[in-house]
Every structure is written in structure tokens, then in C-alpha cells.
């Protein structure tokens, strides 16, 4: 995996989520944070599980501190939300832009105490994962958004995001 390819994916993957943002403004703080009972519960917790998630293992690939977990309650609107997301939009992307392919093909070793695991694998594939869990959590948000609230939903096919870059 090339830095130019990590760079793809990632710009796609915020691509992708900044159109997922727009479906998720669309509703109210209420509805943002209304128990969905599916997944993560609410379009809000999937958000802050996802922020959490991507924060904890880019902690990970810099062989940093693990943060703790991000808390639901302490994004109470979607614009709290939106501003960390934006924020954690710049420190990854920074990270992601500062890659040579010696720092991709790396070994990192993981201890993840809570799932039992102490494993040590090359940086590119940990960022690949990261990315297909930001992809998955996106399609949830969408369903949701779509069969609870009514919104109409997008597009976030990387074949869109190439083809708007044209």
C-alpha cells in the first residue's frame, strides 16, 4: 500500500462523511440523540463511537497513550459533535499526510487488553481497517437517518468521490 493510496482513502473516507453530515444536520438535537435501539442506539452514539474509535487506534498507530472512550452524554447537540469531528478530521488527516512508505509498512505492536489481543502488524493494514469501520458506521447512520426520520440519504460510493474529483 502506497502513501498516495492511504491518502486516497482517507480523503474519500471524510469525502463520505461529510455528506453523511449533511443528512445528519437535517435533524433535530432530539432526534440526534433519540434511542434508535439498533447498534450503537442513537445517530449520535454511532457518530461518537466512530470519533472514538478512529481517535483510540490512530493513539495506537502512534504508539501513544490510549485515551479513554469518548462519552455519548457530552455531545449533547449535533454541532458538539460536529466540532470534535472536525477537529479529529485534522489530526488524522495530518497523521495520514505524514506517512513515507517506510512508516506504512512499519510494525506496530497492539496490546488490547480487553479483547485479549498482543499482536504486532504492519501500520497499512490497521489503516485499512480503520477506514472500513468509518465506511460501515456511515451506512448504518444512513439507514437509520432514512427509515427513522425520513431524511432523503446520498451517495458515499468511492466511485462518486473519483468521479467528482475529475
Known amino acids: 500500500m502506497t502513501p498516495e493510496a492511504i491518502h486516497l482513502l482517507y480523503d474519500y473516507t471524510y469525502w463520505a462523511s461529510e455528506r453523511v453530515w449533511g443528512c445528519i444536520m ?3 438535537d432530539e432526534q ?3 434511542d434508535l435501539d439498533y447498534s ?3 445517530i449520535r452514539n454511532q457518530v461518537v463511537h466512530l470519533m472514538s474509535g478512529t481517535r483510540r487506534w490512530m493513539e495506537r498507530l502512534q504508539g501513544i497513550a490510549i485515551s479513554p472512550h469518548l462519552l ?3 455531545y449533547s447537540t449535533r454541532a458538539a459533535a460536529k466540532t470534535q469531528w472536525d477537529a479529529m478530521k485534522v489530526e488524522v488527516l495530518d497523521y495520514i499526510y505524514s506517512l513515507d512508505q517506510a512508516r ?3 510494525i506496530v ?3 488490547i487488553p480487553s479483547r485479549n489481543v ?3 502488524r504492519r501500520r497499512w493494514p490497521l489503516l485499512l481497517h480503520i477506514a472500513n469501520h468509518a465506511t460501515d458506521h456511515r451506512a448504518q447512520i444512513l439507514s437509520l437517518l ?3 426520520f425520513g431524511v432523503k440519504t446520498v451517495e458515499q460510493d468511492m466511485f462518486f468521490y473519483l468521479v467528482e474529483r475529475e
Open 32 to 34: 440526534f440523540t433519540r
Open 104 to 106: 506504512l509498512d512499519a
Open 40 to 42: 450503537m442506539g442513537s
Open 109 to 111: 505492536h497492539l496490546e
Open 26 to 28: 437535517q435533524l433535530t
Open 118 to 120: 498482543s499482536v504486532d
Open 146 to 148: 432514512h427509515h427513522h
Open 72 to 74: 455519548f452524554e457530552e
